[in-house]
């Protein structure tokens, strides 16, 4: 029995050294040390011993076990080592070449211009307010001084959202909902802009699309006149065509202001002549006016005590005007083509 051992014991060791892979090692393991190997049957014999030879050869079998499994678990060790060396140089990038380069992007063109406007009036002193894209009747028209027959309703031919138990829920028409919302959430006085996206029922073709943006701004305090909007919308005219611009002031209606206007100012590229941008040499930029006393009084406000000013203008019209752009709904086909034009150089 001692003979035996001797040899398992050395046969283990060179077998498990010799293992080149864990599947082998185990297979050396079963062959040394499993139960049909030569070391278990010395185990399982060593009832049939004397007391005295059971102990002699029993505490040999206990050296040899202990001796293998270091050596077992030892080489275990090597070898799950040189596979996980092995799974991560499968796994490595080869970057001894160049990769290729990602083009570097850019910002959309609307976003450019939304940007510009916004800085414009920051540096005037107001500050941005966003609201949500899903707005209730209240806020988008009745609080706006625009009721239920109002005609005006028609003009924007809004988009409902199926929503169930809230048929008053639809997609906001423009960005004055945000004007109220703030109104009702601070007191005077109030000096914002509100960019964002607006839907109509539109007919997508060149000038028109059912989604647009808008930048729409409010300033309500004491004593604020239509000459301090005058002011105002001039120099974000000037800063945003050139100072060399002229701006002028028309007559419209807006059910939300009275008295309303319309801005326009001298075309950029004809200077006044007229050409094929603007046909007569003006550009109407936008719709302006002194917020009406009933939109004060249904945001809480004491129209007695404080006056102010709103106005909104399209972003997309400015860009179209800014980069000579066509047909706005190429603002919105994702042509990789038509916005790289605005990109970094690669």
Known sequence: MLAVLDAERARGLDLFAAAGTLDELDASHASVMGRKSRFSEVQRSLGALSEEDRRAVGSVVNDVRAVLLDALGRR?????????????????????????????????????????IVDVFLSLGYRVVEGPEIEDDWHNFQALNIPPDHPARTMKDSLYVDVAGHPELLLRTETSAVQIRTMQSQPPPVYIVAPGRVYRRETPDPTHSPVFHQVEGLAVDEGI?????????????RALFGEERRVRLGPAYFPFVEPGAELGVSCFACD??????????????????????AVLENCGYDSERYTGF?????????????????????????????????????
């Open 225 to 237: 006149t239509f000459g301090d909007m005058k002011g105002v919308l001039e120099t974000v005219a």
């Open 310 to 346: 709103a106005f909104g203008l399209g972003s997309d019209r400015v860009a179209l005007l800014r980069y000579g752009i066509p047909d706005i709904r190429m603002l919105f086909d994702g042509d990789v083509r038509f916005l790289s034009q605005w990109g970094a150089t690669p």
């Open 272 to 293: 006044g002549a007229g050409c094929r941008i603007c046909g007569d040499g003006w550009i109407e930029l936008l719709g302006c006016g002194m917020v009406h006393p």
């Open 76 to 116: 275990r060790a090597e070898l799950e080592e040189a596979a996980e060396e092995a799974l991560l140089a499968a796994d490595a990038i080869d970057l001894t070449l160049p990769g290729r380069r990602q083009r570097p992007g850019s910002l959309h063109p609307l976003t450019l211009v939304e940007n510009e």
